[in-house]
């Protein structure tokens, strides 16, 4: 593995590494003293490894619930997972991901220079997943070599700075404030989700507002009725699966309290996310005036998803099941259509989901935040199906990209290239 490459995808693939990079910059741009440098860059390296253990957390518990689905119900289909389809893609096009996303960040860095799109698109694992993307759909097309690398990483500058400035309006009404942007890519589920939020929901009765009996007040606490929550739908699934589905998960653990456990656990995970996002934003925000005021100005940092979750947990939870819902019911119409099966991950759906029902419930409250997240669902369910068909020998394989701007630049890219090759 040669140094540009290890640098690309062991070092800057890596969002905690990435994001301390920027910090340290803007800290030293603002002439800032040694021991506030070191703080900061620590501090923000630490916050996102506690969000990633936060987010392991949750995926660790919805892998073994989505497992329980699928043994219970024995569905065969095709199972949205970005970090399995870009392992894939990297047994073949790993040079060329590589390259896409090193100048793709700097092309990032020169459009929010030259242009008004003013955003740094610091998710680095979704950078790294697109350059993927990229790499397989222009491959597939004809395009090698050299102009694969410059269109591909000209492609991907483009998107990290159009994707968080399409979704800043809604941003401004989830965070009430311009100080952060949105960099991950289900923005196109995320802006859905805003129009459909304002189309038939009413912002001002938001999820967060709830009204709670007295003798229930604890569920006021968002951490207490998360766990509630999960426990209730954990507890659901392993009574209609049965001990002996859910043993091949649980082992020697008795299947209800497997399930009990389970959702606890997911709660415990939400909380250490809420954690790490606290902590980042009390970092980088500070530290990226440095980066605005001397090489980007006006500069705003795009950030990942669950850096909206603390502006509205209940829309979190909300957003996240009808999502879900969103992909068991498309599931059944997929067919219909001719489409290859999608199985909802629940990995995807809990973070774009989440991420939909946040901006429905800016725009549409309790009501907005069900219709978006449904919304969301229903679009990770049909793009990934005709997604496939461009991927060229990837779309063979078990698996896809799941996300909802995967599929859309995917799709549009590949029709374009087809066209001109």
Do not use: W
Not at 254 to 272: K, P, V, Y
Not at 345 to 371: C, E, K, Q, S
Not at 372 to 380: C, D, P
């Amino acid at each position: 593995m040669g140094f540009f490459e290890f640098l690309m995808n062991e070092i800057l693939s890596l969002p905690e590494v990435l994001v301390g990079l920027i910090v340290m910059i803007g800290l030293i741009l603002q002439r800032a003293k040694f021991a506030k440098i070191f703080s900061g860059t620590a501090k923000s390296i630490i916050g996102f490894i506690i969000l990633g253990a936060g987010a392991g957390v949750i995926i660790g518990s919805l892998d073994s619930l989505g497992g329980i689905i699928q043994d219970r119900f024995e569905i065969q289909g095709v199972i949205p997972n970005n970090e399995a389809i870009v392992a894939l893609a990297q047994q073949t096009l790993g040079t060329e991901t590589a390259l896409i996303m090193g100048f793709g960040f700097i092309a990032n860095i020169l459009i929010a220079r030259f242009t008004p799109l003013k955003y740094i698109f610091l998710t680095g694992h979704h950078t790294f997943f697109m350059a993927a993307l990229l790499s397989a759909v222009l491959g597939s097309a004809g395009i090698v070599g050299f102009p694969l690398v410059i269109i591909g990483s000209l492609i991907l500058g483009f998107v990290m700075v159009l994707m968080p400035a399409l979704a800043q309006p809604f941003m401004r009404k989830v965070t009430g404030g311009n100080d952060i942007a949105i960099g991950h890519f289900g923005t196109v589920g995320y802006i859905t989700a805003g129009l459909v939020g304002k189309a038939v929901g009413n912002e001002k009765k938001s999820a967060e507002d709830i009204k709670v009996p007295e003798h229930l007040s604890f569920l006021r606490d968002s951490l207490l009725s998360t766990a509630l929550t999960m426990v209730t739908m954990f507890l659901i699934l392993v009574l209609v699966a049965g001990p002996d589905v859910v043993s091949t998960y649980a082992g020697d653990q008795n299947f209800i309290m497997f399930g009990i456990m389970q959702g606890i656990t997911f709660a415990a995970g939400f909380s250490i996310i809420m954690a790490g996002v606290r902590m980042i934003l009390t970092e980088i925000v500070p530290a990226f005036r440095g980066i605005a005021e001397k090489l980007v100005p006006g500069a705003k940092p795009a950030l990942d998803v669950p850096i909206i979750f603390p502006y509205a947990p209940t829309a979190v939870i909300i957003g996240f099941l009808s999502s879900f819902v969103g992909g068991l019911i498309s599931m059944f119409f997929l067919g219909m259509f001719s489409l290859a099966l999608i199985i909802p991950g629940l990995v995807p759906h809990f973070f774009t989901g989440a991420g939909a029902g946040v901006f429905g419930n800016a725009t549409g409250g309790r009501i907005g935040a069900a219709a978006g997240g449904f919304a969301n669902g229903v679009l990770i369910s049909f793009l990934p199906a005709l997604l496939l068909p461009v991927l060229g020998g990837l779309g063979f394989q078990n698996t896809t990209f799941g996300d909802s701007d995967f599929g859309v630049v995917g799709i549009l890219i590949g029709l374009l290239a087809n066209l001109f090759s």
